[in-house]
């Protein structure tokens, strides 16, 4: 079946610590990968997205993200957080002969001052 | 510009009533999407439409779940018979397209809770 798998579901980090959030799928065929952020009161948006060509994509507010293909996951990362990066991070795939859009359950993000 | 819509914000009903949840994707999105979030869970696929039609609604949990779209822009999530189960957010988003590279606008959804 397929599914998609983050890791840690709370995580709570300093002000400038790094951060990497992990996703891991289970589909087969080709896929396009997704990470949504959604701050406090705000909805769903998008950080990055993967669809084909190089494995490491960059996106907004200093996230960039890594595709590895043979272990199957797109983990997110950034090289020093801040408080306004507190927000819940929700990992998506879609398959690339299907419509729906399959999130993981979410990360929950603290970064503390 | 303005984003995807949805309406009302919360919506509070008695277990057993019928509810109808709005949304109003942005201007020209032939794609348009619904999911259900509980808490602590990401969001559910419910129904994906291109344009007028339900292009798969896989993901309706049972027949008491309908939607509609019947002039290809504004949506309607109908929920009869409603149950304490079913309250959670209703997620609408929107796409240009229905390609697989084209990513979700998400509205800020309507909260529903079920007495």
């Known amino acids: 079946a397929q599914s998609v798998s983050q890791h840690n579901h709370h995580v709570i980090l300093s002000e400038a610590a790094s951060l990497e959030l992990g996703c891991n799928y289970s589909?087969?065929?080709?896929?396009?990968l997704f990470w949504y952020v959604q701050y406090p009161g705000q909805h769903l948006q998008l950080l990055l997205k993967y669809f084909s060509g190089d494995p490491l994509v960059k996106g907004i507010k200093g996230f960039e993200a890594e595709f590895i293909k043979s272990k199957f996951s797109f983990n997110l990362r950034k090289p020093s957080v801040q408080w306004s990066d507190t927000a819940e991070y929700f990992c998506?795939?879609?398959?690339?002969?299907?419509?729906?859009?399959?999130f993981g359950k979410g990360t929950s993000l603290l970064v503390t001052p | 510009g303005a984003g995807v819509s949805q309406t009302p914000s919360n919506k509070v009903t008695e277990k057993g009533k019928y509810v109808e949840l709005r949304c109003d994707p942005i201007s020209g999105h032939t794609a348009l999407y619904w999911y259900r979030q509980s808490l602590g869970q990401g969001p559910e696929f419910l129904i994906y439409?291109?344009?007028?039609?339900?292009?798969?609604d896989s993901g309706l949990p049972n027949d008491r779940f309908f939607a509609v779209r019947p002039e290809g822009s504004v949506s309607t999530l109908k929920i009869q018979r409603t149950e304490r189960g079913d309250s959670a957010v209703y997620l609408c988003?929107?796409?240009?397209?229905?390609?697989?590279?084209?990513?979700?606008?998400f509205g800020n959804g309507t909260r529903l809770t079920v007495t």
């Open positions: 988003a929107s796409s240009p397209t229905g390609q697989n590279n084209s990513p979700l606008h």
């Open positions: 998506a795939v879609r398959s690339n002969s299907g419509y729906a859009l399959n």
């Open positions: 589909y087969g065929g080709t896929v396009n």
């Open positions: 439409f291109q344009g007028t039609g339900a292009a798969d």
